[in-house]
C-alpha cells in the first residue's frame, strides 16, 4: 500500500520567505509526527498529532513554525519568516495509534534550502 | 529526559564480515529503543524495536539487538554483510507511559561495506 508521502521533495527559497511543507500520512493513521533533520544529524522532533490536534508541540523551535492537521489526516508545516538555520530536511511519519512502541512509517522528506 | 548515544559516526567493515553498531541510551524509565535505516535518498525503515518483552531482538534483513540494561545498551549486530547493507544508521529511544510518543534519535553510524 502506499506509504507516508511528502511535497515538496525539495523546495528552496530565500531568508524571509514564508514556506509550506505538505505530509500525507499512510491512511487510517490517527497519529502523525514531524521532525527536522538537519546536516550529520538525526531526526529530532519538532511536534506530534493525535487526531486534528496537536498533543505535543515541544520540540517547536520557535513561533515562527506551526502545524496544522484540520481533518485529521494530511498535516501543514509551516514556517514563517525564514532563516538560513532553518535549512534542513523536514519528514514526516505516522503510526497505527499513538503509543511510543507503536512503529512509526516515515516519509521521505522534503529538504529545504533557505538563501 | 531520554538520549542516546552512538560510537562512531562511520563504520567500515568487509563483506561478509561481522557488523557491530553501537547505541548506549539515557533514561529515567523504561525505555523502548529503536534501530532504523535510512537508505540514499528514501525515508527512515525500522529495522527491529525492544519494547520489554525478549531482550534479544530479532529484526529484518539478518539484524539483530540485545538490550542490556546493566550496560544501558542496545547495539546492533548482522553476523555477515552484504553490499545492500551500506547505508546509514540511526538508535531511537521513547518511553512508554501516556503522551510520550516522540523519538530521540542519535546522530547515526554511516555503514560502508568494502567488497
Known amino acids: 500500500g502506499a506509504g507516508v508521502s511528502q511535497t515538496p521533495s525539495n523546495k528552496v527559497t530565500e531568508k524571509g520567505k514564508y514556506v509550506e511543507l505538505r505530509c500525507d500520512p499512510i491512511s487510517g493513521h490517527t497519529a502523525l509526527y514531524w521532525y527536522r533533520q538537519s546536516l550529520g544529524q538525526g531526526p529530532e522532533f519538532l511536534i506530534y498529532?493525535?487526531?486534528?490536534?496537536?498533543?505535543?508541540d515541544s520540540g517547536l523551535p520557535n513561533d515562527r513554525f506551526f502545524a496544522v492537521r484540520p481533518e485529521g489526516s494530511v498535516s501543514t508545516l509551516k514556517i514563517q519568516r525564514t532563516e538560513r538555520g532553518d535549512s534542513a530536511v523536514y519528514l514526516c511519519?505516522?503510526?497505527?495509534?499513538?503509543?511510543?512502541?507503536?512503529?512509526?512509517?516515515f516519509g521521505p522528506g522534503t529538504r529545504l534550502t533557505v538563501l | 529526559a531520554q538520549s542516546v548515544t552512538q560510537l562512531g559516526s562511520h563504520v567500515s567493515v568487509s563483506e561478509g564480515a561481522l557488523v557491530l553498531l553501537r547505541c548506549n541510551y539515557s533514561?529515567?524509565?523504561?525505555?523502548?529503543l529503536f534501530w532504523y535505516v535510512q537508505y540514499p535518498n528514501q525515508g527512515l525503515q525500522l529495522l527491529l524495536k525492544y519494547t520489554s518483552a525478549a531482550t534479544l531482538v530479532k529484526g529484518i534483513n539478518g539484524f539483530e539487538a540485545e538490550f542490556k540494561k546493566s550496560e544501558t545498551s542496545f547495539h546492533l549486530t548482522k553476523p555477515s554483510a552484504h553490499m545492500s547493507d551500506a547505508a546509514e544508521y540511526f538508535c531511537a529511544v521513547s518511553v512508554s507511559g501516556a503522551g510520550a510518543n516522540n523519538l530521540f534519535f542519535g546522530t547515526g553510524t554511516r555503514l560502508t561495506v568494502i567488497p
Open positions: 498529532f493525535q487526531g486534528t490536534g496537536a498533543a505535543d
Open positions: 511519519a505516522s503510526s497505527l495509534s499513538e503509543g511510543s512502541y507503536n512503529e512509526q512509517f
Open positions: 533514561s529515567s524509565v523504561p525505555p523502548y
